[in-house]
Structures are given as structure tokens and as C-alpha cells.
């Protein structure tokens, strides 16, 4: 069975600071993983997705992952926090024949 | 470009209440769609997928169901709510390009509903 924990229920950063939200996951088989984004009463919007090639991959919005398969993880990071970023974040991971499963969530505040 | 539609985008409604949300999608044909509940404070929780018209698979026992009438148009039904059916409703759809599993979800933005 797939699963995925994100350490840290709440991060906060400072603006300009280093951005990094942690995922790991765990799945039998190659996973697909996603980071979404979710500002306050609206839906979730794709951040980024990796399902095969390189391991570093680049979203919107500056974000950007990369896939450790020896450290099971998915890390999102973006070298410069804007206030705009402020925002819930969800890791997710899916394989062929499952259904996506989605993280907890971080809640990422940026201190101006 | 498709696009997702959920309505209400706010509900308050009464214990012992019916209750019906709708969701519609436009630009695409044949997407799955899939209804989702985040409780405050929580993850997603997924409720109900179709693949296909009249096709409901349900994910957790519950006093909801869903209904999908028409391809693109998904709808998630009480006929008496709980106070525990308080929350955020999301619907969602994706395709199946290559493997499904590897197509991003799409979401509304959601339906808060307030069992009172």
C-alpha cells in the first residue's frame, strides 16, 4: 500500500529565505509524485509532477522537486520565498492500478 | 481549455437536511471525476471516482452518495446530513493520456458546507 507523510504540519520562513517542505513516501512499485498548492477556500492547483526521467524537476511558481529513490522522498524547495507563497501544500503519490494518495499537508506562513 | 465547476461555493443547511452538490466539467470528454471532503485542519479525503456515466465506485461508507448522470457532470447527495458531513468539498477530474495514474488531478474550488 502506498502512503505519504510530510514532516511538518506548519513551516514558516522568512521572505527571501530558503523555502524547503518536506515529503516521503512510500510505495511497492515506481511512483508518480505531485506536489499541489492550496490557497485559502479554493481548490488545489499542480505545483509540479515527476513520473519518470529526470529526478529534478521544475514547477510554477518558481517551485521546483527532486526524486530520491534511496531516500524514498520528494522534497519541494524554492531558493526565495514570496508573501504570495503563503499557502497549504500537498504531496501526493500515485502507481499504476492505485488511486493517488495525498499527504497531510503543510501549512507554509512567510514572515514579511 | 477545460474548466471545472462546483456549486455552492457556500452552504449552511440544518441537521436532517437533503443536500446536493453539483460539479460540471467543459473542454474534455470521458474524464474520471472524483469527490473529495477535507475536514478542518486534515488531508483529502477521497469519497467517490467515476469513471464513466452511471459508473460510482464509493471509497468510504458514509451517509453521502454521488451520481453521475451526464459524462462531465458529477453530483454528491444527502438525504439526511450529519453534523460530522461538515467540511470542505472538492471535486476533481482527470484523463487518461498514457497512464492514469500519471495525470494530475484538476480541482474545483470547493464547497464549504456548515451542518448546523
Known amino acids: 500500500a502506498q502512503s505519504v507523510t510530510q514532516l511538518g504540519s506548519h513551516v514558516s520562513v522568512s521572505e527571501g529565505a530558503l523555502v524547503l517542505l518536506r515529503c516521503n513516501y512510500s510505495?511497492?512499485?515506481?511512483?508518480?509524485l505531485f506536489w499541489y498548492v492550496q490557497y485559502p477556500n479554493q481548490g488545489l492547483q499542480l505545483l509540479l509532477k515527476?513520473?519518470?526521467?529526470?529526478?529534478l524537476v521544475k514547477g510554477i511558481n518558481g517551485f521546483e522537486a527532486e526524486f530520491k529513490k534511496s531516500e524514498t522522498s520528494f522534497h519541494l524547495t524554492k531558493p526565495s520565498a514570496h508573501m504570495s507563497d503563503a499557502a497549504e501544500y500537498f504531496c501526493a503519490v500515485s502507481s499504476w492500478g492505485d488511486k493517488v494518495i495525498f499527504g497531510p499537508g503543510t501549512s507554509l506562513s512567510v514572515i514579511p | 481549455s477545460q474548466t471545472i465547476h462546483q456549486w455552492p461555493a457556500t452552504l449552511v443547511q440544518p441537521v436532517g437536511s437533503p443536500l446536493s452538490l453539483e460539479c460540471t466539467v467543459e473542454g474534455t470528454s470521458n474524464p474520471n471525476l472524483y469527490w473529495y471532503r477535507q475536514a478542518a485542519g486534515r488531508g483529502l479525503q477521497l469519497l467517490f471516482y467515476s469513471v464513466g456515466i452511471g459508473q460510482i465506485s464509493s471509497e468510504v461508507p458514509q451517509n453521502l452518495s454521488a451520481s453521475r448522470p451526464q459524462d462531465r457532470q458529477f453530483i454528491l447527495s444527502s438525504k439526511k446530513l450529519l453534523l460530522s458531513d461538515s467540511g470542505f468539498y472538492l471535486c476533481a477530474w482527470n484523463s487518461e493520456q498514457g497512464t492514469l495514474a500519471a495525470s494530475p488531478l484538476h480541482f474545483g474550488n470547493g464547497t464549504r458546507l456548515t451542518v448546523t
Open positions: 515527476y513520473t519518470t526521467g529526470a529526478t
Open positions: 510505495s511497492s512499485v515506481p511512483p508518480y
